[in-house]
């Protein structure tokens, strides 16, 4: 019985930090994509709408945020929760970046 009340913790604590994952992603692209659209809006002197370039880029900057800090203050312990390597971190800031710049550029 023990056995099965340690499995049923680790689906029950899985589930609660996906979901967690999916809100704090959810919160952290609208935050972030409200101050790039106000941001855009003032340099460009007219009114800006988001784009899905935008929303790719925050989710990436979202995603990056959590494997590297935020999966480590959560409720699901696992030895597997590793940090994104350097290189990986850096070719996705790189993308999200561009996809920033070409959001800019297409609406200039």
Do not use: C, D
């Not at 106000?38 to 800006?48: D, I, K, P, R």
Request: net charge positive.
């Amino acid at each position: 019985m023990p056995g099965m009340v340690m499995y049923m913790w680790k689906v029950i604590s899985f589930m609660m930090e996906f979901i967690r994952f999916i809100l704090l992603l959810l919160i952290f692209v609208y935050i972030i994509g409200t101050i790039e659209t106000y941001m855009f809006g003032h340099l460009l002197g007219e009114q800006f709408h988001g784009t899905w370039y935008m929303n790719v880029s925050n989710f990436i900057l979202g995603f990056i945020l959590y494997r590297n800090h935020l999966q480590f203050k959560g409720w699901y312990a696992s030895p597997k929760n590793k940090k994104l390597q350097p290189t990986t971190t850096y070719i996705l800031l790189m993308i999200s970046l561009m996809l920033m710049v070409v959001t800019f550029v297409l609406y200039k």
